[in-house]
Structure formats: structure tokens, C-alpha cells
């Protein structure tokens, strides 16, 4: 058995991390994925922490790291887009320090199985752009504002015309056989029970905004190349509009661990079970 913990969308709420925390303590899972929206939403600051990822989120990794000892989980972990880029150093600067591995638009290893990460999202209606990019084409839907528009906390990495998450995740798996890999995406895939919006009667000028929002170039990715599993989360909503936290997309096991309830929710699986998954939350 390889016991597997995964949440997202977490958003900087000490509650929540700490029933994660203590869960952790209790059942030893074997790893814990986090998908992404680990911090306090961007512009507003914890009332406790001056600093959370230095001041709250590394330090309690530590302080579980030292309780558990050898068994300590192996950590993998994305950012997501409400998460500031300009906190992403923090996170390189750890890397690779045991505590955990930051696996954006990289490949890593958990024990037999590749893992890879993937934190951009398509375009939203929000204004921070760090994390997102156009998904196949130069096109954001009704009500979305474009990646090259609103603000970035850091400079892009080339010109963002130009740049689409379908391009990423063909260089990210070139050459790959995927078929046992682990990935990590903050955005579900596009037209699934993961990334239904509650967009219902909504409409800019006259048109109906699509009440899917993830990504094209996911789904059209988890159709051809068929990974073992993927990890989702970005729309809170979707699993109380569908009542479905899972989907299965031919063999692919994909999960949202997304929530907007006041609970925890934490999606468990087996590597080698994973029809028995299970959501819980609390």
C-alpha cells in the first residue's frame, strides 16, 4: 500500500493546515501533494504571520519533520494562481532540503513513479497574472482578462502572446513515457465534473459565459497521453455543483481536492489502489 494525502486550495488558513498537519501525525501517509493556493490570498495579509510561508508554513513542515523522523512524508508541492510569484524563491531556495520538492514545470521522482508539476492556470477574471497563461490560443473567454493585461509581482519569463500551457506541457513531457506519472496541476481540465464554475445565467454583453473553465490543453493532454493519475484544484465550487470530486478520462484517475466549505478536504488514495480513493472533510 502507498498511502497518499492530496489538498489544495488551502489559502493560508492556519485551521485547515493544522487538521492537515495532525492528520499527517496520525495516519503517516506515505506522500502529500499540495495542488496549489497554498497562502493567504494575495493582498491581504494573515492577521498573525507578517510572513507566512518564513514564519508559519516552513516552520511547520520542520516541526513535523522532526516529530515524524523517518516517517516523515515525502512532500511535493505547486503554487497556484493566487499565490504571488515573488514568493516562489522562497520555495526554490528550500528545494531539494528534504523537507519538501517544488515541482513546477519539473519532473521528480516518488519512489517508482514520475511526478510532474504544473502551476499555470488559463485566463480568469483576475487581475494577478503570475500563474496564468493562454491555454491553446490568444484567447480568454467573456469576462476574463488577457495574461499580457492586468499585473505581475515578477517579470515573465518571455513574451506572454506568445506563450500557451499547451506548448508547456509538451516540452515538460517530451521524450517522457507518462503512463505511471503523478501530475500536479493547479487547474483541472477543461469540460469535466472537476472544473464546473457557478456561472449559471451569467452573461457579458449578451453572451453566456461558459460554466467550464479549466484547461483545454489538460484535457486534450490526459486524452493522448494517459497518465497514471493527475491532481486538481483552482474551482472550489465544482464538486458541490457536480457532486463529483473524481472523473475518470479513459485510464487517468483525476481528483479536485478543491473545496468552499469551512472544512478540510483532503483527498486519499493508493498508488496501487486508486479506484478506492476517498475525499474526506473536516
Not at 492556519?14 to 506515505?30: S, V
Not at 495542488?35 to 508554513?57: A, C, S
Not at 513574451?159 to 499547451?166: N, P, V
Not at 478520462?249 to 472544512?263: L, P
Amino acid at each position: 500500500m502507498t498511502k497518499c494525502f492530496f489538498v489544495s486550495d488551502l489559502h493560508g488558513r492556519t485551521d485547515c493546515y493544522q487538521k492537515l498537519f495532525l492528520l499527517i501525525e496520525k495516519e503517516k501517509p506515505d506522500a502529500v501533494f499540495f495542488g496549489g493556493d497554498l497562502l493567504p490570498h494575495f493582498g491581504h495579509r494573515n492577521t498573525v504571520f507578517d510572513d507566512f510561508v518564513m514564519d508559519y508554513f516552513f516552520p511547520s513542515l520542520r516541526r513535523l519533520q522532526v516529530l515524524l523522523t523517518n516517517q516523515y512524508p515525502q512532500i511535493f508541492l505547486i503554487l497556484g494562481n493566487d499565490d504571488a510569484r515573488i514568493e516562489e524563491q522562497n520555495f526554490l531556495d528550500v528545494n531539494n532540503h528534504d523537507l519538501f520538492c517544488y515541482v513546477n514545470q519539473q519532473k521528480a521522482h516518488f519512489r517508482d513513479f514520475p511526478v510532474f508539476g504544473y502551476c499555470f492556470v488559463p485566463p480568469t477574471p483576475f487581475r494577478l497574472k503570475d500563474w496564468e497563461k493562454y491555454d491553446v490560443s490568444q484567447y480568454a473567454d467573456p469576462g476574463c482578462i488577457h495574461p499580457d493585461e492586468g499585473f505581475r509581482t515578477t517579470a515573465p519569463d518571455g513574451k506572454i502572446t506568445f506563450m500557451t500551457i499547451q506548448k508547456d506541457l509538451e516540452a515538460l513531457t517530451r521524450n517522457e513515457d507518462v503512463s505511471n506519472a503523478i501530475f500536479l496541476f493547479h487547474s483541472p481540465p477543461y469540460l469535466t465534473f472537476l472544473d464546473r464554475a457557478a456561472l449559471d445565467g451569467k452573461m457579458i454583453d449578451h453572451v453566456p459565459l461558459d460554466v467550464n473553465v479549466g484547461s483545454i490543453a489538460i484535457k486534450r493532454f490526459i486524452d493522448e497521453k494517459q497518465p497514471l493519475v493527475t491532481l486538481h484544484g483552482h474551482i472550489h465550487e465544482s464538486t458541490r455543483i457536480t457532486g463529483k470530486w473524481s472523473q475518470k478520462i479513459g485510464r487517468t484517475f483525476a481528483f479536485n481536492a478543491a473545496h468552499d466549505g469551512s472544512e478540510l478536504s483532503v483527498i486519499i488514495f493508493d498508488l496501487e489502489d486508486l479506484t478506492n480513493a476517498k475525499r474526506i472533510l473536516f
